[in-house]
């Protein structure tokens, strides 16, 4: 037993065995650093006060941080190697690793552009290009929105920061033109096509903003407006849609 014991206390001596012995409690140490912080960090996201968007590239960045952080003591620590000299060593193998990856870079500067600035948040109704969607998420490299047809989207972020970006109303909002034939007062049809169209919407889904209505144009034959309204489940807008037009119909005539 007593030999044993001494075999072990031999062997945790010597040099390379605490070497890996700290370089694990370092890197578990480190894990639940970061496990911590990006948890905190998702919870102060998703606040409703909190200004910042809640994409997942804000999280990779304060994990990548605190792993860079981490290694770097690990080396120093257990291994001698300084991180300074190491990057500066390889600073002319990084010039032709970062032309390698001058892709991966544009679309990661893209994304910290498009998400501290505000430019796109998860939640929003986009139109990049021929692309339109709500978007879900924006990470270190792409922009993921979901489309009409329930089809997802995968859209670089250096695409995003360079190309036209237009922000759509949101998809729970509904927009109806409609035309009036003949000479009633506005007013009046103003009142009934107010009270029809929330009472057909609401059939369908709660309405979070009253239909409002604003007249475009008259013509010969009438004149022409367009109800805007809310309705809370934007899967049902079109089908609050079909509702209100079968309930202003007949009031338009």
Sequence with gaps: MDALVSQIIEIASQEWV????????????????SH??????????????????????????????????????????????????????????GIAISLGFQDTLSNLIGGI????????RPGDNIEVGTETGVVQDVSWRHTTITNARGETVIIPNSII?????????????????????????????????????KAAAEEVSPVTQDPKIFFSEVTEYGFKGKIIMRVEDAAK?????????????????
């Design 18 to 33: 605490r070497d890996i012995f700290w370089t694990v409690v370092l890197a578990a140490a480190t894990f639940g650093v």
């Design 36 to 93: 911590v912080v990006v948890k905190g960090l998702r919870a102060l996201l998703n606040r409703d006060s909190n200004p910042l968007p809640s994409s997942s590239i804000i999280v990779n960045i304060a994990r990548a941080v605190i792993w860079i952080i981490g290694g770097s003591i690990i080396l120093d620590s257990c291994f001698g190697i300084n991180p300074n000299a190491l990057i500066t060593a390889l600073g002319v193998g």
């Design 113 to 120: 552009q498009v998400t501290f600035m505000g430019i796109v």
């Design 161 to 197: 920061s360079k190309t036209s970006l237009v922000q759509l109303p949101p998809v729970n909002q509904i927009n109806i033109p409609f035309a009036v034939v003949g000479d009633r007062p506005m007013d009046d049809v103003k009142s009934e096509l107010l009270v029809a169209s």
């Design 237 to 253: 807008a079109g089908l609050a849609v079909d509702a209100v037009v079968r309930a202003i119909a007949p009031l338009t005539r």
